[in-house]
C-alpha cells in the first residue's frame, strides 16, 4: 500500500491509497481517481515519492504486499476502535473539533458526499474509510 499526493486540475491537493503505482496509474487512465472536494478525474501525481505506509516502521523493499495490506488494515482498525463513534453528527462533531468548540478526539461516523466536501473545503480533515470495520466494539 502505498500513499500518492495527488493534484486536482483546480489545485486541490488529496492523498490517494493504491496498491501500487502501477495500479494508480491504470486508475488514473480509466478516469477512476477524482478529486474528493470537486470531482474532477484530471488528476496528476505530484513529484514527491510514494510514501509506504507502515506502523511506525520501513517496509523494507521485497516485503510480500499481502503482509503490508494486513498491517494497514490492523492499524486502520485499531485507528476506528479507538475513535469516539458519533453517528449521524460525524460532520457537526468534526467541525466543532476543528473550531476547538469540543475536546480533540478522533471521532468517525456517517457523512454523505455532500457534507464530506463541505468539511473539506471548510479545511476540515476526513478520511472516507473504504470498507466499514466489521468487528464493531461499540
Ligand atoms: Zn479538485
Not at 24 to 41: H, I, K, T
Request: proline content about 7%; hydrophobic content about 40%; charged content about 30%.
Amino acid at each position: 500500500m502505498i500513499v500518492l499526493n495527488l493534484l486536482c486540475r483546480h489545485d486541490h491537493r488529496f492523498e490517494g491509497w493504491f496498491a501500487s503505482v502501477d495500479v494508480f496509474e491504470r486508475q488514473q487512465q480509466d478516469g477512476m481517481v477524482a478529486c474528493p472536494v470537486c470531482n474532477s478525474d484530471e488528476v496528476s501525481r505530484l513529484p514527491s515519492g510514494p510514501r509506504v505506509i507502515s506502523s511506525g516502521r520501513d517496509v523494507a523493499a521485497g516485503e510480500s504486499q499481502a503482509a503490508v495490506q494486513a498491517e494497514l488494515l490492523e492499524a486502520l482498525k485499531a485507528h476506528v476502535r479507538d475513535s469516539e463513534n458519533v453517528g449521524q453528527r460525524f460532520p457537526e462533531e468534526a467541525r466543532k473539533i476543528h473550531y476547538r468548540e469540543a475536546p480533540a478526539r478522533n471521532i468517525r461516523g456517517v457523512a454523505s458526499l455532500d457534507e464530506t466536501k463541505d468539511l473539506l473545503d471548510e479545511g476540515i480533515f476526513v478520511l472516507p474509510l473504504p470498507v466499514p470495520p466489521s468487528d464493531e466494539t461499540h
